[in-house]
């Protein structure tokens, strides 16, 4: 789709005189308003650019470090460029980050958000399904990716990382992990509202403070509110109240910090959002398969609805989606002495959402899933990091658990009439560390494991008990990984990183397979069937060198090159039968290899040209399966002007572009 927010870029552009740092991705350019001399266009004017770079600091590895020392490709933005660049959600972030391509399907509805980097990641979201790139906000995991809050307004920073994190990060993040770090309260005096308006009636605007109330005290606060039309109109259904696509959402975040000394502080996070919108945009398969079974029967939704937009169902409970969810996170920080320190981080979340799909595209009841589903969640990690002379380390405790549900009712298949309901509860528990040593001052050396123990208890009721069956299984497992760092004379740092990474098994997500296992003597009750079994665990390991920092007095780049092994990868494939979509998994070894660039080049006079580029080849060893949502070229190229003002202040010019390349949508 053509970018929204053209009107929204202007309207920011004059804003920006009055909130406006400059910064650069993965890198912030060094202006400080009260020194001239470092401003990037009087910098230029002088000869003198060795400061219009400032490397950006990242807890990538639960420990600040410099971007260009961690031995890991990742990506940062700072909450200045999410601004500059009007990124509102994780969709705008999957745009400028090399081999990293996030959409938003999951069940026709306008909350999800579903990231695949290099290869890996997760289309489906009912809750026996898990996915491969994790998304954590102030350190704390999302479990599931629908109805959270995606909100990025007035973030500190996000933090991209590529490859399997299985050591420090854990669960779910075999293809990477997104690190959402929210600004600290009394990290800044500040407050700001900000206005946005733009095509498609979208407007909206947030307000945000953040005050030292005293010397202990600080509190930090941001209201966010969004409005788009929809795209097109259910055309069978004139009393429909939203359109398709159509989207509203209020987000609200509030944290507290108590600091009595130096080396104890205690902070609390809280958070929500409501959304209410109306069914994405759906091109059905009676558009793409003509001839041939049920869909030989001559439908189309483009004879109904000419504007590609526009559904044609006729099923009002199909038209809505809604989504909202809570949370609250407890972070306590003690420096126990100048050497050590320990953290105690617990949460809470809940989320839920409705929605469905309509699959057949046209007003009879045939192919209809309105459905409903919810999400507990609740972690603990308590981590003991340190010092010591050349020595460092980070180790940790680590407990989640949740339970959630998925619930169809009622469901439309080929004309008959039934429910579907699947529940799962996951108990998660692992120990790691990670140590690193310093072999002289231009190398260093660091190594890590991480066991993890995890248990699933799923179940699947059809048709109100007529199919009732539940199965549970549990894994362990250890990863770890190996990297060495080394920093040259000219600021750059070469790295060369072994990492592994480890997820769960899956249950199959729709097994209506089981309906070929009814045992009719036991009316209710069917016998355990080999269709609803979990997969076997996933195991990946990833060969990766890279080369990044200041080449040059006006280029900042990194450069990074990749070899990952994946073991028992499950593809979702759904298949049709007489009760519904089968969806089961196919198990794939998957080989990806490629190259990634991310480069800021400082031409003088305040222009800045920002660029990014890279490449993948998935390899499947099955004849039939492909690398679903993965394009082979992600690019991207930002060149940007930062002016001046007489009298302090500065504005900028940015012009943005993103390609992805083709790619498959499913699996096979």
């Given amino acids: 789709m053509i970018r929204r927010d053209l009107l929204a870029l202007a309207c920011a552009a004059a804003l920006v005189p009055f909130c406006f740092a400059s910064s650069a991705r993965g890198q912030e350019e060094q202006t400080p308003a009260d020194d001239p001399a470092t401003d990037p266009a009087v910098a230029a004017e002088e000869g003198d650019v060795e400061e219009v770079f400032e490397e950006i600091t990242v807890t990538a590895k639960k420990r600040e470090e410099s971007i260009y020392e961690v031995p890991v490709a990742i990506t940062a933005f700072t909450g200045e460029e999410l601004q500059r660049q009007n990124i509102t959600d994780l969709i705008d972030i999957g745009k400028f980050v090399p081999n990293l391509n996030v959409t938003g399907f999951s069940a026709g509805h306008t909350s999800s958000a579903n990231p695949f980097i290099r290869g890996i990641g997760l289309q489906d979201h009912l809750i026996t399904t898990d996915p491969g790139v994790s998304v954590y906000v102030d350190g704390v995991y ?345 920093s040259f004379d000219n600021g750059m740092n070469l790295y060369g990183a072994i990492q592994s990474g480890y997820q769960s098994g899956q249950f199959p997500a729709r097994p209506y397979c089981l309906f070929g296992s009814l045992d009719f003597s036991q009316p209710g009750n069917v016998s355990q069937p080999n269709c609803f079994v979990a997969s076997d665990p996933i195991t990946a390991i990833n060969y990766e060198f890279g080369f990044k920092g200041q080449a040059a007095d006006n280029l900042l780049m990194s450069v990074a090159l990749f070899y990952t092994t994946y073991s028992d990868l499950p593809y979702q494939v759904s298949t049709t039968s007489g009760a519904g979509f089968d969806t089961r998994n196919i198990i794939v070894d998957q080989n990806s290899w490629g190259a990634e660039w991310e480069g800021t080049w400082y031409a003088g006079g305040g222009f800045y040209l920002h660029s990014s580029l890279g490449y993948i080849n998935a390899d499947i060893d099955d004849p039939v399966a492909v690398a679903p949502l993965t394009p082979e070229l992600t690019a991207s190229l930002s060149p940007e002007l930062i002016l001046s003002l007489d009298g302090g202040g500065k504005t900028s010019f940015r012009v943005d572009y993103s390609y992805r390349d083709e790619m498959y949508g499913e699996p096979t």
């Fill in 142 to 486: 999302l479990g599931r990716q629908v109805g959270q809050n995606w909100n990025l307004a007035n973030i500190e920073r996000v933090e991209v990382l590529r490859g399997p994190q299985g050591t420090l990060y854990g669960r779910n993040s075999i293809g990477g992990a997104i690190n959402i770090i929210t600004r600290a309260p009394g990290s800044e005096e500040t407050s700001r509202f900000t206005l946005e308006a733009g095509s498609r009636g979208r407007w909206g605007g947030n307000l945000y403070t953040n005050q030292r109330l005293t010397d202990t005290w600080s509190v930090s606060a941001t209201g966010a509110y969004t409005r788009r039309d929809g795209l097109g109109e259910f055309v069978n259904l004139p009393n429909a109240d939203v359109e398709v696509g159509e989207l509203e959402e209020i987000a609200t975040r509030v944290g507290v910090r108590w600091a009595p000394s130096d080396r104890f502080s205690l902070l609390i996070n809280a958070d929500a959002n409501q959304g209410d919108g109306g069914l994405r945009p759906y091109r059905t398969l009676i558009d793409e398969v003509p001839n041939g079974g049920v869909y030989g029967a001559g439908y189309r939704n483009s004879d109904t609805a000419r504007n590609p937009y526009d559904n044609n169902t006729g099923q009002i409970d199909q038209t809505r989606v809604t989504n909202e969810a809570e949370g609250f996170a407890i972070t306590a920080d003690w420096a126990v002495s100048d050497h050590l320190a320990v953290k105690l981080l617990v949460s809470d979340r809940h989320s839920e959402y409705e929605s469905g799909l309509d699959d057949d595209g046209f007003a009879d009841n045939f192919l209809a899933f309105p459905e409903t589903g919810f999400a507990d969640q609740t972690s603990v990690e308590l981590q003991l990091n340190g010092e010591y002379g050349n020595f460092d380390f980070v180790t940790g405790l680590y407990y989640f658990e949740e339970d959630g549900e998925n619930d169809q009712r009622p469901t439309v298949f080929l004309g008959g009439l039934g429910t579907f309901n699947l529940s799962q509860q996951v108990e998660s528990k692992a120990i790691f560390a990670n140590l690193g040593y310093r072999l002289s001052e231009r190398m260093r050396i660091s190594g890590g494991l991480r066991f993890t123990q995890d248990d699933k208890d799923a179940a699947v009721n059809i048709n109100d008990g007529l199919i009732d069956t539940g199965a549970q299984d549990d894994w362990s497992e250890t990863s770890g990984e190996l990297a060495l760092t080394y």
